[in-house]
């Protein structure tokens, strides 16, 4: 398998930004707690006492759910899924704020995403392990099928004919060849409620950058594999998909690697 399927080299970017923005918060609060320390001891000395400690608390929850994730993004340290997701979950949070830092530098908003997405997938890689293909997921929009295409494959993917002009039909082949479900949907709500029938252990998600930023979180604890979709029609309408790269990642999730595939 190419190396270009098993890393995300753009992560670093969102922890940074991250970082510095966890770094103005704590400054924020610090100088809170400078300026209303003066009067708080007038009006009582427990006041300032207990302001201190609050925003001391809060203090140390940034930085422990900040440095959660850049010590799980190692792999050294396993962490809780929960801690990671309310680490990310917090980080995400602070979105608009980490993105009008990386205005200042030039990063715009679909870049910070992929970078988030793409830290999300390295955590999920990091902590994977085997997954029998028929719990893997393969979870579509229905901008990937052709617009003019009458066969609806929204209702059952095998409707789909394979005939090339969409990647649905590379992707169902992919589907057929591990074993894998495959759904395609057309919207986040038809999207959750087909998880929860599917009751995958690992989903491949394919949609773009806004999509996946919000979607990756909402099926917590099942790991998810962001894969972003290329919308030369603009959005929404016949996009299109490196359905290698899908066949890749499903690969990693089944613990078979590109060699095994060349002797079949």
């Known amino acids: ?6 890393q995300y080299e753009t992560y670093p ?40 400690v609050v925003i001391s608390i809060l203090i140390a929850i940034i930085w422990i759910l900040c440095l959660s994730l850049i010590v799980a993004s190692t792999g050294i340290i396993r962490l809780h899924p929960i801690v990671l997701r309310l680490a990310n979950q917090f980080i ?17 908003k679909d870049q910070l995403r992929q970078s988030m997405i793409d830290l999300i997938n390295h955590l999920v890689m990091l902590d994977m392990y085997t997954v029998d293909p028929e719990r893997i997921l393969l979870l579509t929009p229905h901008c990937l099928q052709e617009s003019s295409c009458v066969h609806k494959v929204t209702h059952d993917v095998y409707n789909c004919k394979q005939c090339g002009r969409c990647q649905v039909g590379n992707l169902l082949q992919v589907a057929k060849d591990y074993g894998c479900q495959f759904i395609v949907v057309t919207g986040g709500t038809l999207a959750r409620m087909k998880v929860k029938e599917a009751r995958p252990k690992a989903i491949v998600a394919i949609a773009c950058e806004r999509d996946l930023a919000s979607g990756m979180a909402d099926v917590f604890p099942i790991p998810v594999i962001g894969v972003l979709n ?30 095994d595939r060349g002797k079949d």
């Open 13 to 52: 970017l969102y922890l940074i930004l991250s970082t510095i923005t966890c770094a103005l918060l704590t400054a924020v609060l610090a100088f809170l707690m400078y300026i209303l320390e003066p009067g708080l001891l007038q009006l009582h000395p427990f006041a300032s006492i207990i302001s201190s």
């Open 1 to 6: 398998m190419g190396t270009q399927y098993k």
């Open 230 to 259: 290329e919308r030369p029609n603009g959005p929404c309408c016949n996009t299109t998909v490196d359905s290698e790269r899908v066949r890749a990642v499903v690969e990693q999730l089944i613990g078979r690697n590109s060699n």
């Open 92 to 108: 995400y949070g602070l979105f608009p704020l980490t993105l009008a830092i990386g205005k200042v530098r030039g990063v715009t």
